[in-house]
């Protein structure tokens, strides 16, 4: 049976991208960017239905035969600070990680004004070199940890709402 419904934060504003799971599996949705779900249940009675979302607690919700489930999450007592996304939404505290961990003063990012936004990250991070082809409207090639991959190409994918740019 198929339950749908919305994630909502305290003041009611959808959030988009959050993640829902059947409680027990791996495999579950996004929410759109009204904070809309649909999810296919196979015992509507028994599931529980898990939501997260980065910054708010995770909450579990019995469906209990029901159709529409909407959710409204609260926000989590620890800073978004703390933690870093390591893979799709998953959450790790950075003094865990057994890796260098940078981030980027958002900021700095406002106070930088360019007409090629990707130009604005060049000197944020070590190891991130931005290469122009001159002009503010040329075009910017990224390059991680300089130029040592097996094919020659260093590139990061980077994927919007599920579409590769």
Do not use: W
Not at 23 to 42: A, D, R
Not at 46 to 68: D, H, M, P, W, Y
Not at 125 to 149: K, P
């Amino acid at each position: 049976m198929s339950v749908r419904g919305k994630v909502t934060d305290q003041t009611r504003i959808g959030l988009p991208e959050a993640s829902i799971l059947i409680k027990g599996t791996t495999l579950g949705p996004l929410t759109c960017q009204e904070g809309n779900y649909q999810i296919n249940v196979p015992d509507v009675e028994k599931a529980v239905l898990v939501v997260g979302f980065i910054g708010f607690e995770q909450t579990e919700v019995a469906v209990n035969g029901r159709s529409t489930v909407d959710v409204q999450l609260a926000q989590s007592a620890i800073g978004l600070d703390e933690r870093v996304v390591i893979v799709l939404g998953i959450t790790r505290k950075s003094k865990s990680l057994g890796y260098a961990v940078q981030s980027i003063d958002v900021n700095s990012m406002t106070e930088i004004r360019d007409a090629n936004h990707t130009n604005m990250l060049a000197g944020t991070a070590a190891g991130v070199n931005m290469i122009s082809a001159g002009g503010s409207t040329a075009s910017t090639r990224e390059e991680f940890r300089g130029n040592n991959s097996l094919t020659g190409n260093n590139q990061p994918l980077y994927v919007v709402e599920g579409m590769i740019i």
